[in-house]
Each structure stands twice: as structure tokens, then as C-alpha cells.
């Protein structure tokens, strides 16, 4: 599957942005579509994934704040980000593998380009 993001930007804290991933190729309905995070200096981390059925998992560090969704008629998933902080500065990527939500970034085969979301304080 080939994955394309798109939505990063700056934004001020307390602020929201809505990052969008779109798949092509494979049956999109099949995969668990996930967004992991790479601040500078930092270990890629996991942000939140969804199942094919819409059941979804965050970060602690993210709960409550962000919402993942997804579309399988246009194969497309949305990660809404709302009341932002500096912390959440990273580049996000859209990643997607078969079978259950996993945790760890080396469980995904499949990933996008990243988009670069910048917090400012």
C-alpha cells in the first residue's frame, strides 16, 4: 500500500491542526492505519492507530486531545489534533500494516512521508 499525508504546519499552542493520510493500492479497508512522531533528537513514537472498524488507540500523551478517524470509501484516514503544545512538534508519519494495532514503529511495513507540525509557544 502506498501512502501519501498531508496537513502539517505551523500553529500556535492551544491551537489545532487536522493531518490527512490517504492510501492507494491494496484493500485499504484491511489495514490498521496508524501515525507515529519523530521530534528532533527523539526516538520515533507511537501517536494513535485505528482498526479497519474504527476502534482506535493513543498515546497517553495524546489522549484526549487528538482523534483519530477513518474513511475506507475514500480510503483516507484523519488524525484532528486539538489544544496543541510545543511538545507535540514532530514530523508525523501515516503508517499502515495487516493484522492488530501494534505499538512499536518496527511493526509496520508500510509508511508515508512524514509532515512536519510545528507548535509554537
Known amino acids: 500500500v502506498q501512502l501519501q499525508a498531508y496537513g502539517g504546519g505551523l500553529v500556535q499552542a492551544g491551537g489545532s491542526l487536522r493531518l490527512s493520510c490517504s492510501a492507494s493500492?491494496?484493500?485499504?479497508?484491511?489495514?490498521?492505519m496508524g501515525w507515529f512522531r519523530q521530534a528532533p533528537g527523539k526516538e520515533r513514537e507511537f501517536v494513535a492507530a485505528?482498526?479497519?472498524?474504527?476502534?482506535?488507540r493513543y498515546a497517553d500523551s495524546v489522549k484526549g486531545r487528538f482523534t483519530l478517524s477513518r474513511d475506507n470509501a475514500k480510503n483516507t484516514v484523519y488524525l484532528e489534533m486539538n489544544s496543541l503544545k510545543p511538545e507535540d512538534t514532530a514530523v508525523y508519519c501515516c503508517?499502515?500494516?495487516?493484522?492488530?494495532?501494534?505499538?512499536?514503529?518496527?511493526?509496520?511495513?508500510?509508511w508515508g512521508q512524514g509532515t512536519l507540525v510545528t507548535v509554537s509557544s
Open positions: 503508517t499502515a500494516r495487516e493484522g492488530g494495532i501494534y505499538y512499536s514503529s518496527v511493526d509496520y511495513k508500510s
Open positions: 493500492g491494496r484493500a485499504f479497508v484491511t489495514y490498521v
Open positions: 485505528i482498526t479497519w472498524n474504527s476502534v482506535s
